[in-house]
């Protein structure tokens, strides 16, 4: 498997010159298989570029997995270019609701005023899914989706083959359910997710002076990302869903903490970067 990431900013894009070296991109990661299929996570601004390069490399089916609806993980699909070609497929994953669907929920972006076409306009063939709540294969690896500490519907997601495993969760406060250290996996929020993967993409998006002012918002501290890695035994950690009032030298500070904070315990966190490449065996 090999991740590219597409957009690794958080709440809002931050585009300009004092974030040019980390990206002010919105959540997005593709995934690429062995046998080049694609998988896409989340859909934020990051995903516009990323679909002009898949239809320019000939993909024509793919599947999107969101982890949850709040507009940064959002915003980029209207504007995905392999929605507006109706030689393409696309089956698109996320969060169940007992209010309403996955496709109402999402059309809601897609209606005036907020955009000038119906979901129903949109030619590619789109098919809508809740994740189940067991593991499913799609591409020849293995998907799980659980819910997570963060307001809303939320799921984070564990992909993995025979040979390697992943998790992605870029809007996590586990901290509010407690004290990480110590817990159990099994009572930490996405511990069955996260438990022994190769690499672990999660939320730090807060120093930790600027955590207590911001408890219950969904997202964590550096600290509190470090700690979450240690505990779920994660063999890697790239941190994710980044502040959009830290410009990319906030963001060094930041990757130097999260270094300080794991050098006890033989991690060596990097931030993630727009245009990041992580190969996995």
Request: proline fraction near 8%; aromatic fraction near 8%; charge should be negative.
């Amino acid at each position: 498997m090999r991740l590219r990431i597409w957009g690794c900013r958080g709440s809002l894009p931050t585009p300009g010159a004092e974030t040019v070296r980390y990206g002010g991109n919105t959540s997005c990661v593709e995934v690429t298989l062995a046998d080049d299929g694609v998988l896409v996570l989340d859909a934020g601004t990051g995903i516009r570029p990323l679909g002009a390069e898949l239809l320019e490399r000939g993909v024509r089916r793919l599947h999107l997995l969101l982890t949850h609806l709040h507009l940064d993980h959002l915003e980029g699909l209207r504007f995905f270019d392999p929605l507006w070609d109706a030689g393409v497929s696309v089956d698109i994953w996320g969060p169940p609701s007992p209010v309403s669907s996955l496709r109402d929920r999402i059309s809601r972006s897609f209606s005036p005023p907020l955009f000038p076409l119906e979901l129903s306009d949109v030619p590619a063939g789109v098919a809508f899914h809740d994740v189940p709540p067991d593991p499913w294969e799609l591409g020849g690896v293995t998907v799980s989706a659980a819910l997570v500490v963060h307001p809303g519907s939320t799921v984070g997601y564990r992909i993995e083959t025979s040979s390697a495993s992943f998790a992605y969760l870029p809007d996590h406060e586990p901290a509010l359910a407690g004290a990480i250290a110590g817990k159990p996996r099994d009572w930490l929020s996405g511990g069955s997710l996260a438990e022994d993967v190769d690499l672990l993409l999660h939320d730090a998006q807060y120093f930790e002076d600027e955590y207590p002012q911001r408890i219950g918002w969904g997202h964590s501290s550096v600290a509190d990302a470090v700690a979450y890695a240690d505990a779920v035994g994660a063999r890697r950690l790239l941190l994710f869903h980044h502040e959009p009032v830290h410009d990319d030298d906030s963001l060094d500070r930041l990757e130097a903490r999260a270094r300080e904070l794991a050098c006890r315990n033989g991690h060596d966190p990097t931030l993630a970067r727009e245009g990041m490449v992580v190969e996995l065996p």
